[in-house]
C-alpha cells in the first residue's frame, strides 16, 4: 500500500510539472504572435489608393508605370481643359498598319488609361516574324484642335529581339523569330490625327496607309480623311482606326 501512494504522488507531480511547463510554452507562443503580428502590422504598406493595375507589384516596371500615370493625369492644355485621361478616352480603339500586300501587318490597341497592346507579324517562305508587346502612352502635347502628340514611355516585349524557335501544329513546323516593335520603340514619338481632316492637309506617307490596303487610286481619294490614327513621324508609317 505505502509502495502504491508513492508511485501515486510521484505520477501526480509529474503532471503538475507538465503541466507547468506547458503553460510555460503556450505563453511564449501568444508572446511571439503578438510580435509576429505586430512587426507585420508595421511593415504593411498604406494604401496608396492605386488601381489595381498600378499596385500589382514593387517591380522596377510597377514603379515606373505609377510615375507615368500621375505624369499622364496633367493638363494637356490649360486654356481648354483637355487632359491626357481625355485625350485617352477619346482616342482608345483598335488601329491598324498594313500595306494591302502580302500577309504583313502591326496592330495597336489603345486603351482608356493610354496603356496599349502591339503585335507585328510578319513571314517569309519559312519564317514567320512576331513581335508582341504592351506598355504605356504619355507626355501627351496638344498641337491644335485635330492633333495631339504623345510618347511611348514604357514598352514591355514579350519576346527578346532576334530570339528564334520552332513550334508544331499538328506535324507542321513553324519556325519562329522574333524582332522588335517597330513603330512604337520606347521613347517614340507619335502624332494623333482626328478623323473629319482635309486629305490634303494631312502629311501625304500619313494618307498613303489608307491608300494601300483599300487599293484607293489618288483621284479617287475622298476630300475629307475619314479616319483618326496614330503616325510614327520618324518612319513614315500610320496606324489607322478603320472601325
Known sequence: MKNRLTVISLILASAMVLGACAKEEATEESEASSVSMISTAESEEPDTGLAPSLAESTSASAV?????????????????????????????????????????????????????????????????YICNADGQLGNVTKIDDNSYQVEVTRLNLEYAPDDTWTEDFDGYQVNYQAVSAYDVELGAK??????????????????????????????????????????????????????
Open 64 to 128: 515606373s508605370s505609377t510615375e507615368e500615370t500621375t505624369t499622364e493625369s496633367t493638363t494637356v492644355s490649360e486654356s481648354t481643359g483637355v487632359s491626357a485621361d481625355s485625350f485617352f478616352q477619346m482616342t482608345a480603339g483598335e488601329y491598324y498598319m498594313s500595306s494591302g500586300v502580302g500577309g504583313w501587318y502591326e496592330s495597336l490597341t489603345v486603351n482608356a488609361d493610354g496603356s496599349f497592346s502591339y503585335t507585328l507579324m510578319d513571314s517569309d517562305y519559312d519564317v514567320t
Open 190 to 243: 507619335l502624332t494623333y490625327y482626328v478623323s473629319g481632316l482635309p486629305t490634303s492637309s494631312l502629311p501625304e506617307n500619313y494618307v498613303v496607309w489608307y491608300q494601300m490596303p483599300m487599293a484607293i487610286a489618288d483621284a479617287d481619294m475622298p476630300g475629307t480623311f475619314p479616319l483618326s490614327g496614330f503616325y510614327n513621324v520618324t518612319n513614315e508609317r500610320a496606324f489607322l482606326n478603320f472601325g
